[in-house]
């Protein structure tokens, strides 16, 4: 094979979905398998809506994923300039040169007449395609109307075959060219602008067309909304005589009612998947995932470098894929075990420093670094994402003895008489202490209790876990001990109370 050379093209006019995402990492996917380039174009020729904040989301989306680009803004590369905004002069010299061969012409037809037209082909049940009526406009003529500033749209003269180009998802894919109007290559400057011989603004599948085939793209991996594009595209390579690349439609992605997915189902944009802390392996697994299996096998985690070996282009399904957020939720949950536990510190502190109950990492001593590893071995294996992290440790830096009373379940527990022995048996035991606490002392405490007031099991342990954490289950008492632990060389962040503050402010309320 040739050297491979593809390339995602985003237009920045909102953040980066799934779906554009998995377009991104296949083609990434596909470029990095073969050792070809990955390019990167920004295609923001509709004005009004391309901004610059969207491309630089963009382009930060890309990078946290891992998705690095050979060609593209920001980095250098052979066809440069790669924001189509910039590369303006390029399409409007190749409109001349069609116009000047006689493969395009220009059209002066009203918006009033194009909807006349509409019309009365859908009265007579035809399908509904530009008559081509000012192909007929001789060149003379349509230069001096141009000269005059009459406004104009440029259009293809689409060939009198059928449109064909072979998918690697779907085969060969032919259009009867009777379906086809002749495409607008440049939409209609107003008129008396001085847009000049070659007209307004490039649509679309022109500059998609030239550029693809200027920046030398072998494969065209995208979305499967881009099918009935994809005719008028092979029109204008051939129009050129440029060699067509070979597609690859990716199937629509649905929710979980199989409707296409939207904003309905969950948060689908990468930066919102990053808020809530999915991460970026995470995400690429499952979105590899999603529309391709490895060959032979059942197989789900794949590691980067794992996908890069297995990934072929063939092995794309053309059937549509469904979103299961459950599901890379589990694959989130994988990672972040196998996450090393430095990187794992830096990506949750945010969520900890957000509520003030951390002050910003780099201030923070390496005593509550090496406490918040403590915290972190203890919560992460039980959520999904790093968002959720705060919920499950608020106890640990938001203590509140008195809603803690008040929660039903819990004042029925603390009603009965073993439980108010238990508490008191317990204070004594912390109140005579002076050292620090660890689970070897806490558990000492506890078989003595137990001694001294005959009760054991749940009546023994829910009150003291009440008293310590506001509620009857939590982690075991061995890995949360430490987290409560003063004394013992280790400083406790500031708004965490110690085991002895816990047990005196829950007796004092
Ligand atoms: N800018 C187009 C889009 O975002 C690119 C489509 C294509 O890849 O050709 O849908």
């Known amino acids: 094979m ?124 035809r399908p509904q395609v530009y008559s081509g009526r000012c192909r007929a406009v001789g060149e003379e003529e349509s ?54 011989a070659s007209g307004g603004m490039p649509v679309y599948n022109y500059v998609v067309t030239v550029d693809d085939a200027l920046m030398e793209i072998t494969h065209v991996i995208r979305g499967d909304d881009h099918i009935s594009n994809t005719p008028k595209q092979v029109a204008i390579y051939e129009a050129f005589g440029w060699k067509v690349p070979e597609f690859a439609h990716l199937s629509t992605i649905l929710g979980s009612d199989r409707e296409r997915l939207s904003k309905r189902h969950g948060a689908t944009s990468i930066a919102s998947f990053r808020e809530m802390g999915i991460l970026p392996e995470a995400l690429v697994n499952y979105l590899a995932l999603l529309g391709w299996g490895a060959e032979g096998g059942t197989r789900e985690i794949f590691p980067l470098e794992e996908l890069i070996a297995a990934f072929k282009l063939e092995r794309v399904t053309a059937s549509p894929a469904v979103f299961d957020f ?106 005579a202490h002076a050292g620090a606490v660890d689970p070897a002392q806490f558990k000492a405490w506890m078989n003595e209790v137990k001694t001294e007031t005959g009760v054991k099991g749940k009546e023994l342990f829910h009150p003291v876990r009440i008293a310590l954490t506001g509620s009857h289950s939590g982690p075991e008492f061995d890995k949360l001990i430490p987290l409560f632990e003063e004394g013992s060389g280790l400083e406790l962040p500031v708004h965490v109370m110690s085991l002895r503050e816990r047990v005196e402010k829950f007796l004092a309320e």
């Open 2 to 125: 040739a050297t491979v050379r593809v390339r995602f093209a985003p237009s920045p006019t909102g953040l980066l979905h799934v779906g554009n995402a998995r377009t991104a990492l296949y083609n990434w996917l596909f470029a990095r398998h073969h050792g070809g380039k990955f390019l990167l174009r920004i295609e923001d020729t509709d004005v009004d809506r391309s901004e610059a904040r969207h491309e630089a989301q963009l382009m930060e989306d890309l990078r946290w994923m891992g998705l690095d680009w050979d060609e593209g803004p920001g980095v250098f590369g052979p066809h440069a300039p790669y924001r189509q905004s910039e590369r303006l002069g390029i399409y409007r010299e190749h409109t001349e040169q069609l116009l000047t061969e006689g493969k395009a012409y220009r059209c002066f037809c009203t918006q009033e007449e194009l909807e006349a037209e509409r019309k009365q082909a859908i009265a007579e049940h």
């Open 143 to 196: 230069a001096r109307r141009a000269a005059a500033g009459e406004a104009f749209a440029v259009r293809l003269k689409i060939p009198d075959h059928p449109l064909r180009f072979h998918d690697l998802v779907r085969g060969v894919v032919e259009f009867p060219n009777e379906t086809v109007s002749d495409p607008i290559l440049v939409r209609s400057s107003s008129a008396g602008s001085s847009a000049g």
């Open 326 to 431: 459950e599901k890379l939720n589990w694959m989130n949950r994988h990672y972040l075990k196998e996450c090393d536990r430095e990187r794992l510190a830096d990506l949750a502190w945010p969520y900890f420093a957000q509520e003030n109950w951390l002050p910003p990492q780099d201030v923070a001593g390496t005593d509550v670094h090496a406490w918040f590893d403590k915290l972190l071995a203890i919560f992460v294996p039980s959520v999904d994402l790093l968002d959720q992290l705060p919920g499950r440790a608020r106890f640990v830096f938001d203590f509140d003895p008195l809603r803690a009373r008040d929660e039903a379940e819990n004042a029925a527990l603390l009603e009965s008489e073993s439980a108010q022995k238990v508490l008191s048996a317990f204070a004594e035991k912390v109140r």
